[in-house]
């Protein structure tokens, strides 16, 4: 496994690379291609889970082949600047369009507890779309307390604080190009 590039904040504890920036891409190029064998050409709207999937959504859209693609964005929290989350799901930015009777795509960086993602699953089921799945990067099952189902999954893991490619400790090593664990020391 590939070394981190660079070194966590003091404080913050140490970086442990988990996924280096080669297989993240081979990875989502393959969960486009099974997206677009789900979808084809059917009109489509893919919703970014914003902050933490932005990265991860503009590079699995860029590899989608279908044209009737409509990028909308949502903001959700749960974590603050810890690293479990607090329970509460905070919603502060919503669609800007109208999805009863569209295929939705939720594009999530990870899923963890599961708490934020069943929230906007009954939040937007509520809504009457033809369809509603879940992509994330990362499914983490180990701490799930919410059932979820990920539709299209980059990768699996039970454990650990993930970082970089969008993945955030209080706002800190999103812009890292790999994804690392954040172990605490």
């Known amino acids: 496994m590939e070394k981190c590039q660079v070194k966590a904040l003091p404080g913050d504890g140490r970086l442990v690379s988990v996924f280096g920036p080669e297989e ?9 291609a099974k997206i677009d064998a789900c979808y084809g050409e059917e009109p489509l709207v893919a919703v970014c889970v914003l902050k933490g999937a932005c990265i991860f959504f503009s590079d699995l859209v860029r590899c989608l082949q279908n044209r009737n693609l409509e990028l909308e964005f949502i903001r959700i929290a749960s974590y603050g600047a810890a690293t479990v989350s ?3 799901v905070l919603f502060s930015k919503d669609v800007e ?14 899923v ?6 069943r929230f906007v699953l ?18 983490k099952t180990g ?3 919410r059932e979820v189902t990920v539709d299209f999954t980059g990768f ?10 969008g993945l955030d400790y209080a706002e800190r090593y999103r812009a890292l190009p790999g994804i690392c664990e954040l172990v605490p020391e």
């Open 24 to 32: 993240i891409a081979a990875c989502v190029r393959g969960m486009a």
């Open 86 to 88: 607090s329970g509460e």
């Open 97 to 110: 369009i109208d999805i009863r009777d569209k295929h939705v795509l939720l594009v999530e960086d990870i």
């Open 112 to 117: 963890d507890s599961g708490r934020s993602m």
């Open 122 to 139: 009954d939040n937007f089921a509520a809504r009457g779309p033809r369809s509603l799945r879940v992509a994330a990067l990362v499914n």
């Open 143 to 145: 701490r799930r307390e």
């Open 156 to 165: 699996s893991l039970d454990s650990g604080f993930l970082v970089g490619y």
